[in-house]
Every structure is written in C-alpha cells, then in structure tokens.
C-alpha cells in the first residue's frame, strides 16, 4: 500500500448523504430558501473556525468539535444581543442578512427533523439556561428560547456556587451519556448566566468493519515518523473523489441520513493545505463530484480521543469582540446590569471503531456581569482611610481571610 493511504487526517463532518446512494430507504425532510440559508451559512462559520482552531492549536494535536453546538449556543445568545454586539455576532457566525425570526425558526426545523430522521441513529440535542436566581430575566428573551431551542431554564443559587456548578455539570453528563462530565469548572462571584447545549451521537455504519480483519499497520505522522495503529479493512462500494490536494471517501451510518468524510492529502501535500482550501464552495463542489467505487479497499484507523477549547481569542478573531468587552449590549436578557461573555468552552468526544461512531459535543456560554447597584468585597481586597477634605491616607490595609 502506498504511504499516502496512511496519511488519515481526523476532519470529520457529519452531514447529509446523497440519500441515493446507499441501499436502505433513508427519510428526507424539505427546506425552505430561510432554512437552507441557514445550513449554508452554518457550513461557512464552520469552514472560518476550522481555519482559525487549526492556525490556534499544535500541530501534533488531535482536534475534534461540533461548530454546529457552536454556532447553536451563540444563536441561544443572540436572543439578548443588541446593537452593535448583536451586528458583532451575526457577522461572526455568518448569519448577517437573515432576520432574528428566520435565525429562530430555522434553528427551530433542524432540531424538529434532525433528532428523529434516522431510527438508527442516536442524535440527541438539548439546550439549556442556568441563571443567577437573585435577578430576573426578561421573558422575551426566555420564550425565545424555550420556544424555538426547547431550552431547559432553570435560576440557580450561584452563591452555593459549588452545589450549582454539580447541577449544570449533572445535566452535561445525563444528556451526553456520561461522554462529557465537566463543562463548567467554577462559579464565580460575577458569573450571572450560562447557556449550555449539548449533543450526543451515536451511529452504526451502514457497512460495518469485521473486527477480525482490524490489524496493526503504520501511521505516518506529519514529521513522517510512522506509529503502529490498529487499522480497520474493508472492501466496499463507496463514494470517493480524488484531485491535486486530496483523496476522499463517504462512509454512511445507519440508513443513510448522515456519513462521515474522510480527507486524506495527496502525497506532497498536508493537512494545512487541504484547511487553507476549504470553504463552502469547495465543500459543495468537493461532495457533488464525488462517484461510487466499487470493491474499493478502505483501511481507516480505529481512534477515541476527548478535545477541549476555550473559544474568546477565535471569536473575537472571527469580529465578535466587542460581545467579551465592558461595552457587550445584552439588555434584551436584562437591561439593568452591564452583561458581557466571559467565557466560550467547548467539549467534545469521539470513539471510531468497527461497529460505529460515538462523539458528543458540549458548548457553555458564560455571560458575566457588572453592576453600579451592588458591590461585594467577597475575595482579598485593599482599604484606605483618608481624610475627606484633603484626600490625605491615614492607613492603608490589605485583607486576605477576614476570618483571621
């Protein structure tokens, strides 16, 4: 076997095959201009983060994410933006040009027709909202959500921060399966919301791999070191397509609704290459051109990784900064305090093996905030006593325990 056929990449995207393709009777569901819009516009955000994770992270490591949860979470998020950071937002994730109730609705459609289009598929999508319970929310922006994302949302006691930490972890862990347990790591005193979304995945192949035939074979790593992996072998008729840049085939689950791609590089070719090509166009005309092989001898390696990343810098990259700074406009979820994103996260896992592919995606949006009407000197702080009239300092203290 050429060196080439060892060279698998992990870019992975679950989408829709061509439902001719495969040989059970796979359901079908109708878009309309608003919510094909919406998909295009998605793959576009998925083609920029891709870009930026990848020119962001080693290039030795493993990456694996949903920019689906992604741009979801943010979509949730939006429902309280104004102004300019609302503008900020649409840019980034590539939604500018469709209005607030088209963005809903055809968010609204996916997750109607996404969870239950492939009975043998697992495809779970849950979204939820997690609040300070000492403030209120505008009900707007909370039927918003419930309405079109079926958001859970719940207030929380944040000062029992470790006991509301557990809950929204909890919740994490249910709905992925046990696959992530963790999203939020701590509550802090000016944490004010959190909006999670969680995705769970798991999926047979439509021809699965004999685990006899699973063998140690090298992998080549970019430096060209090889690495002994169990490979997995089968001969099949598949769709493939092959160019200058890359080498790839569909593999369907279940009855065909979803699949993975598989992009290798051509030989003299990497990995950054075949990112740095990748936009929307490409994808499009990369998928319609490929054609079904018959007896092609498929050798994919078995794998199971988690990935995690804290997404500010991308964002902010992407032209969303304004939404992480003091001058954020989230008063359409409360128009009383200064509210501003303080942390994206993301989690993901992913188990390829002969039978299938289990992944689950978490995505946590923390929005903090600052208010002129309350002030807590709850963490270590300075003291000064002066003299009104002149300024003058007296004494200057420092507590780091007041319990001491």
């Given at each position: ?25 796979p359901?079908?569901f ?52 104004n ?20 963005i ?15 009975p ?115 001969k ?41 090509e ?33 997404l ?20 359409g ?72």
């Open positions: 076997m050429g060196k080439f056929l060892f060279l698998l990449i992990p870019i992975f995207f679950l989408g829709a095959c061509d439902l001719n393709m495969f040989k059970k009777n359901k079908s109708d878009v309309s201009a608003k919510q094909q819009e919406l998909i295009d516009n998605g793959n576009a955000f998925s083609a920029s983060i891709l870009k930026q994770i990848n020119d962001t992270e080693a290039k030795d490591k493993n990456l694996f994410f949903s920019p689906f949860r992604i741009s979801m979470a943010l979509g949730m998020t939006l429902n309280g933006a102004g300019t950071t609302k503008e900020a937002m649409l840019d980034a994730l590539e939604l500018s040009g469709m209005s607030m109730d088209d809903n609705s055809s968010y609204k459609y996916l997750i109607d027709n996404l969870k239950p289009l492939d043998d598929v697992v495809f779970n999508i849950a979204n939820s909202i997690w609040y300070r319970q000492d403030y209120s929310i505008l009900s707007d922006f909370i039927q918003l959500n419930r309405d079109h994302f079926y958001a859970e949302i719940s207030p929380l006691d944040f000062n029992k921060s470790e006991e509301a930490k557990n809950t929204i972890n909890n919740w994490v862990k249910d709905k992925t399966n046990g696959k992530i347990e963790e999203i939020v790591d701590k509550i802090s005193p000016s944490s004010f919301m959190f909006l999670i979304n969680a995705l769970y995945f798991n999926a047979n192949w439509t021809y699965q791999f004999d685990k006899s035939d699973t063998k140690e074979l090298d992998f080549y790593l970019a430096d060209d070191v090889t690495t002994s992996t169990p490979f997995m072998h089968q099949m008729e598949a769709k493939s397509f092959s160019n200058d840049l890359l080498h790839a085939i569909e593999l369907p689950y279940g009855e065909g609704n979803f699949s993975m791609v598989v992009m290798v590089p051509q030989y003299g070719k990497n990995v950054d290459d075949i990112v740095s990748f936009s929307i166009s490409n994808w499009n005309n990369w998928l319609a051109a490929m054609t079904e092989i018959e007896d092609l001898e498929i050798y994919l390696p078995k794998f199971s990784y988690e990935y995690d990343i804290e500010e810098e991308i964002l902010t990259n992407m032209g969303m900064g304004i939404a992480f700074s003091s001058q954020a406009d989230f008063s979820i409360n128009p009383d305090l200064a509210l501003y994103i303080s942390k994206v996260k993301h989690k993901a896992f992913v188990d390829v093996n002969e039978e299938g592919t289990e992944a689950a995606a978490v995505t946590s949006v923390e929005i903090n905030y600052t208010s002129i009407s309350q002030f807590a000197a709850n963490k270590p702080f300075l003291y000064f006593i002066k003299e009104r009239n002149t300024q003058a300092i007296l004494f200057i203290g420092r507590v780091m325990d007041p319990s001491k």
